[in-house]
T-cell receptor, first 117, second 113 residues
Framework: EAGVAQSPRYKIIEKRQSVAFWCNPI?????LYWYQQILGQGPKLLIQ????????DSQLPKDRFSAERLKGVDSTLKIQPAKLEDSAVYLC???????????????FGEGSWLTVV | AQSVTQPDIHITVSEGASLELRCNYS??????LFWYVQSPGQGLQLLLK??????LVQGIKGFEAEFKRSQSSFNLRKPSVHWSDAAEYFC???????????FGKGTKLTVNP
C-alpha cells in the first residue's frame, strides 16, 4: 500500500516569496491533515479536510496560508508571502475517517522542509 | 483542552541499555494515546497506540508503553536499545470524542555505541 506522498521534499525561498506544497494521501482516506513542525517542537495542526470540505482551520494563519483539496483527494498548501518564522517541516497526513476515537490511525508523509532566508 | 508533556528534551543511553521515555497528559476522561517516532529527515511513524483494554501496549520495533491513569502517564519503554533507535519520539493524545491529535514537544534519543 502506497503511503502519503509529499513534494517537494526540500525548498529554500527568500522572505516575501511564495511556495506551494503538494500532498497525495493514502488511497481511500477521507481525512487529510496539514501539520507544521517547527524545529524543537511537536507538530501543530494547521488544517483538516474531510473529503473536500474544511473541518478545522483554526490554527491556519489565513493572512498568508491557504490550502485546498478540490476533488477530495490530493491537496495543496500555499504560503504567500513567506516569513522567516515559517521555516519548518510541513507534514501531510491522512486517516480513513475523522473519528480518531474509534481506533483509526493517522499516517504521515515524509514532510516538506521549508527554509525561508 | 487536552495537552501532552514530555519532560525530557534529550536523553542519551548506551546501546543495549534499557530505555524509558516519559509522557504525561492532561485530560479529565480516558484519552487515546499514541507514540510516534521520527528519524532524521523522515516523517512520523506510529510505534503504538492505546484506546482501551490492557494498559500495557506492545508496539513495533520492540517498544511497549504502559497507560497509568492514576499518574496520567503513558511512558514508552524498550528493554535493550539499538543504535538504529536514535530518533525523536513524540507522544500524542486525542481526547475522547475529539478529532484533534495533540503532540508533545518530543524527546530526542541519542544512542552511544
Amino acid at each position: 500500500e502506497a503511503g502519503v506522498a509529499q513534494s517537494p521534499r526540500y525548498k529554500i525561498i527568500e522572505k516575501r516569496q511564495s511556495v506551494a506544497f503538494w500532498c497525495n494521501p493514502i488511497s481511500g482516506h477521507a481525512t487529510l491533515y496539514w501539520y507544521q513542525q517547527i524545529l524543537g517542537q511537536g507538530p501543530k495542526l494547521l488544517i483538516q479536510f474531510q473529503n473536500n470540505g474544511v473541518v478545522d482551520d483554526s490554527q491556519l494563519p489565513k493572512d498568508r496560508f491557504s490550502a485546498e483539496r478540490l476533488k477530495g483527494v490530493d491537496s495543496t498548501l500555499k504560503i504567500q508571502p513567506a516569513k522567516l518564522e515559517d521555516s519548518a517541516v510541513y507534514l501531510c497526513a491522512s486517516s480513513p475517517t475523522r473519528d480518531l476515537s474509534s481506533g483509526n490511525t493517522i499516517y504521515f508523509g515524509e514532510g516538506s522542509w521549508l527554509t525561508v532566508v | 483542552a487536552q495537552s501532552v508533556t514530555q519532560p525530557d528534551i534529550h536523553i542519551t543511553v548506551s546501546e543495549g541499555a534499557s530505555l524509558e521515555l516519559r509522557c504525561n497528559y492532561s485530560y479529565g476522561a480516558t484519552p487515546y494515546l499514541f507514540w510516534y517516532v521520527q528519524s532524521p529527515g523522515q516523517g512520523l511513524q506510529l510505534l503504538l497506540k492505546y484506546f482501551s483494554g490492557d494498559t500495557l501496549v506492545q508496539g513495533i520495533k520492540g517498544f511497549e508503553a504502559e497507560f497509568k491513569r492514576s499518574q496520567s502517564s503513558f511512558n514508552l519503554r524498550k528493554p535493550s536499545v539499538h543504535w538504529s533507535d536514535a530518533a525523536e519520539y513524540f507522544c500524542a493524545v486525542v481526547a475522547g470524542g475529539s478529532e484533534k491529535l495533540v503532540f508533545g514537544k518530543g524527546t530526542k534519543l541519542t544512542v552511544n555505541p
